[in-house]
């Protein structure tokens, strides 16, 4: 441990290479560079490394060493985002229909939310005109599944295949990116399993199929010894499966700050190397001869790799697992080499391998945190312990147990401080969410899972010779994850103890990282004055231009998320205020869009502060994704059209506008208009004494839906809402000035809606259409799409622009679109 006590001072070449590297990858995932000419660059850097080698030349080679590396990140990335398909590639499949197609399980069925879901490796392609000997990767997702598939299963189905999508919004999640880093390009859909042949059992690798029986032992063992309360931890800890975990009891975890405990990477990892570690330096020293003779250290840290590599696979063999085992590996072997000292070109080493080995996994978010926690522990620690006053040397003696402990205690804070510290800018960037007990949890709940991790492996090899043991060992493990469960319970149900936060840009993760610097380095600055002055000045510059375009922008600007089949409407009044119309959902509240669409959007626009939340009308596809918005942001006021409903979202909603005193209103046509700093917005539907109580059809609810007109100084924008013709025709002979620069078209394009007299008193100039991408309403229908089009609208689509903004200062109007090049439907 005298490492985290002493600063790093060695030599570190590897560094720049890196860094070069990362750059590389990064440019590479946003440029397109032809391949032949990035293959022209890597020859003759290479040529021209080994020349300037030649001839004693080592800055013209560092040169050209360095570029190298930078052309390698960009054609590695482009191998794997921007690959080049063959023509038997199930990639050229999707989008085409129902195929039928044959392949190999690689991985066991993944019980998700959403259904099962089957990873394929396609072998055979049927067609009316025979078989075609295919390739490629396939995600299935199953709805209902009932099977006992297993790795190794060579199955046959008959599917529709797509390419995968994303929702298109700034700062969303880029679900087709993640999906391209593991290989897979194709997505496909089944409503129940059986449709799935089985044509043939244990194939694939035998060694997998060795390590998938014997992770069978061990879940027979816990399933049949450990209760079910804490039989979903047990597994999370000792296989990697996280499945069994109920989702709040996850949700618990992140609050608390210890949801790294239930992925196994580099902490489970780093465990199970220390106690293979210790206890093979035990047994060497038993033995005299090996002691006097042998470095028991480099034995130990040999006859650790295999344990080590056996755990991976026991595991689950995951990517974050193979990283944080690859990156104790290489330490490992630094020992060997006598390199363990230069502990920061140890993980440059292991970072340069993994994105060799697996270029994709930069834009992992376990692997940055990974990696950035250790660096931050590497050059936090040791700062933290100048910070202590040191004891005299005449009063130096040998120290008592107790000392002892408290010396560990204090390393360990360190290590978990520094952690901490290095990793909240990709915490807040990537999950918005800071625990504010972290620390403290993490003192008490990294022990406890420490000790079941080490059962857990002990209960691995107990699987494999006597079943007894290993139940014996999880018998006795399972009050320590009980405990482990109520510990987390107990630091979640503390008042505040997480925070949503807005999302960090790259510039402001940058600029904490230099505060760092500054802040670690304040003692020993040459010109502390005028660095404290340019930073502060950097910092209040940040500061000003976020307030800036909050508070200082005389500008409307109305956005239209993408959420697919559904409605959400942001709308950013000048000087700050903000009003959320509806919150997208899907109908079998299987996927949260509110958590993971919507909110994404907000907290990369810096909004935390909702002053108006808006819920047309009660249908899943507007209300469900506005159960997270009300929860985590904060919402002063929230409208509603005064409909009757009993559904589960709904009742869920109010609950929580109770709970969080927000103020509820309902609002009709005779509503008197609200003016938002100089922006009109009236209320002109559902009328007053009109609406439907009880039992409502569909159509009712939807003529039910709060119609807004926003006036803009000489911009209308009318937003509808679900509402069919019935309303559209009573808001025509109502007399009200319908005229509207922007329409959101009615009832997502349904053709019981756009009637010929209503766009005739509306007069739009564009049409907003928020559908999803071939939702199986077939919405916008084509004969309201000309309808459009014949009155000279320009037709927006959520399906194909993306999210779409309309900007106005009151006279000029522009309009943005995510995605510059519309997607094809």
């Known amino acids: 441990m005298e490492w985290l006590r002493s600063r790093q001072t060695i030599h570190m070449p590897l560094i720049p290479i890196v860094i070069v590297y990362l750059v590389g990858l990064t440019v590479g995932e946003h440029l397109a560079i032809p391949r032949a000419l990035s293959y022209i660059c890597i020859i003759a850097l290479i040529f021209l490394s080994v020349v300037s080698n030649l001839r004693n030349k080592p800055t013209l080679m560092t040169a050209a060493i360095l570029i190298l590396f930078l052309f390698l990140g960009i054609e590695l990335i482009h191998l794997h985002l921007r690959p080049h398909f063959p023509p038997n590639h199930i990639f050229h499949y999707a989008g085409k229909g129902r195929v039928n197609i044959e392949g190999l399980l690689y991985r066991r069925p993944i019980p998700s939310p959403e259904g099962t879901k089957l990873h394929l490796k396609v072998e055979n392609i049927y067609l ?52 391209a880093c593991k290989g897979i390009w194709v997505t496909g859909y089944l409503g129940k399993d059986t449709g799935i042949v089985t044509i043939a059992r244990r194939k694939g690798n035998g060694l997998l199929h060795l390590i998938e029986a014997w992770r069978d032992r061990i879940r027979t063992i816990v399933d049949h010894n450990v209760p079910t309360e804490t039989r979903g931890i047990m597994k999370a800890l000792i296989l990697g499966e996280r499945e069994e975990i109920p989702e709040g009891v996850k949700e618990e975890f992140i609050v608390a700050g210890v949801a790294h405990i239930i992925a196994i990477s580099g902490l489970h990892m780093g465990i199970i190397a220390l ?51 690859i990156m104790i590996i290489i330490y490992l072997i630094s020992i060997l080499l006598d390199r363990q000292r230069n502990l920061y070109n140890t993980l440059a080493v292991a970072a340069l391998v993994i994105l060799l080995v697996s270029p994709p996994s930069l834009f992992d978010v376990s692997f940055q945190l990974s990696f950035v926690a250790v660096l931050a522990i590497l050059y936090l620690v040791p700062r933290f312990f100048e910070l202590l006053p040191k004891p005299h040397p005449l009063l130096l003696k040998k120290p008592s147990p107790y000392q002892i402990f408290f010396s560990h205690l204090k390393i360990f804070i360190f290590v978990s401080l520094g952690a901490m510290i290095g990793t909240w800018p990709f915490v807040a960037y990537h999950f918005n969410r800071i625990s504010a007990v972290g620390l403290l949890s993490n003192l008490i709940i990294v022990p406890l899972a420490g000790f079941i991790v080490i059962l857990g492996l002990i209960t691995s090899l107990a699987a494999l ?14 009050p320590f ?157 929230f ?128 049409a907003l259409f928020s559908v999803g ?45 995510f995605l510059s090049q519309p997607l094809e439907n």
Not at 302 to 321: E, K, N, Q
């Open 465 to 478: 010779i006597w079943l007894p043991v290993g139940s014996l060992l999880v018998t006795l493990a399972s």
């Open 773 to 817: 991408f071939r939702n199986i309403f077939n919405l916008p229908n084509p004969k309201v799409l000309n309808r459009y089009e014949n009155f000279g609208c320009r037709i927006l689509r959520t399906d194909s622009n993306g999210s779409v903004s309309f900007e106005t200062d009151g006279e000029n109007l522009r309009v943005i679109t």
């Open 275 to 325: 106690v293979i570690f210790s206890l093979a330096k035990w047994g060497l020293r038993l033995s005299e001869t090996i002691t006097l003779t042998q470095n028991i250290h480099k034995l130990s840290a040999a006859a650790t790799i295999l344990p080590l590599v056996l755990y991976t696979f026991i595991a689950g063999a995951r990517i974050p697992t193979i990283r944080a085992a």
């Open 639 to 766: 409208w509603e059209n005064g409909q009757e409903c009993f559904s589960r979202p709904y009742l869920n909603l109010m609950e929580i506008v109770r709970r969080r005193q927000i103020h509820r209103a309902t609002v009709h046509d005779a509503s008197p208009p609200v003016w938002i700093n100089g922006v009109k917005v009236d209320v002109v539907n559902p009328p007053q004494h009109g609406i439907m109580h009880g039992n409502n059809s569909w159509s009712q609810t939807n003529d039910c839906s709060i119609v807004l007109k926003i006036t803009y100084k000489n911009r209308r924008f009318l937003l509808t809402g679900d509402i069919e013709k019935e309303a559209e025709a009573q808001l025509v002979q109502s007399g009200e000035d319908l005229r509207s620069d922007v329409v959101k078209a009615p009832h997502h394009g349904s053709q019981t809606s756009s009637t010929r007299k209503f766009l005739e008193a509306v007069k739009p100039s564009y």
């Open 481 to 637: 994850s009980w405990l482990v469960l109520r510990m987390v319970h107990i630091f979640a149900s503390i008042p505040h103890a997480s925070h949503y936060l807005v999302r960090p840009t790259l510039f402001e993760i940058g600029l904490f990282f230099l505060l760092i610097l500054y802040l670690t380095n304040i003692r020993r600055m040459k010109r502390l004055l005028p660095i404290s002055i340019l930073l502060f000045i950097v910092i209040a510059a940040d500061i000003s231009y976020w307030y800036a375009q909050t508070h200082l922008i005389n500008k409307l600007r109305i956005t239209f998320i993408d959420v697919g089949q559904g409605d959400s409407i942001l709308i950013e009044f000048p000087r700050g205020k903000r009003m959320l119309i509806d919150g997208g959902g899907f109908y079998n509240d299987s996927f949260d869009v509110g958590r993971n669409v919507v909110a994404p959007v907000l907290w990369g626009k810096k909004i935390a502060t909702l002053h108006y939340l808006v819920l047309t009308h009660p249908h899943p596809d507007h209300l469900n994704g506005l159960q997270f918005i009300a929860s985590a942001f904060r919402v002063y006021e």
């Open 128 to 179: 009316s005109d025979g078989l075609i000997k295919a390739r490629g990767k396939v995600l299935i997702s199953v709805k209902e599944y009932t099977g006992d598939l297993r790795y190794g299963d060579r199955i046959r189905f008959i599917a529709k295949l797509f390419h995968p999508r994303n929702f298109n919004n700034p700062g969303g999640f880029n679900y087709r990116r993640f999906l």
